[in-house]
């Protein structure tokens, strides 16, 4: 991996690489402290966002928007 791209980020956070995209990903960013900071502060940012929209998926969905998803044809 020559340069560490948000989409690489973005997949590493997701889980959405292989083992040896993982290796060269982790070891591209140990190398470069700019990679370092940026991965580090979009880890921030997603756990915020788990933190604050996590418990939403718990809740239960409200009546009147069932029965207007049961009305609409798709």
């Known amino acids: 991996m020559k340069r560490v791209t948000m989409t690489h980020i973005n997949a590493y956070l997701d889980g959405a690489l292989d083992d040896q995209e993982r290796r060269e990903f982790e070891d591209a960013v140990e190398s470069d402290a ?32 069932l029965d207007l998803l049961r009305k609409r044809s798709f």
């Open 34 to 65: 700019d990679a370092k900071a940026l991965l580090s502060l979009h880890r921030q940012h997603v756990d915020e966002l788990h933190r604050l929209y996590d418990p939403v998926l718990e809740e239960e969905v409200p009546s009147r928007m």
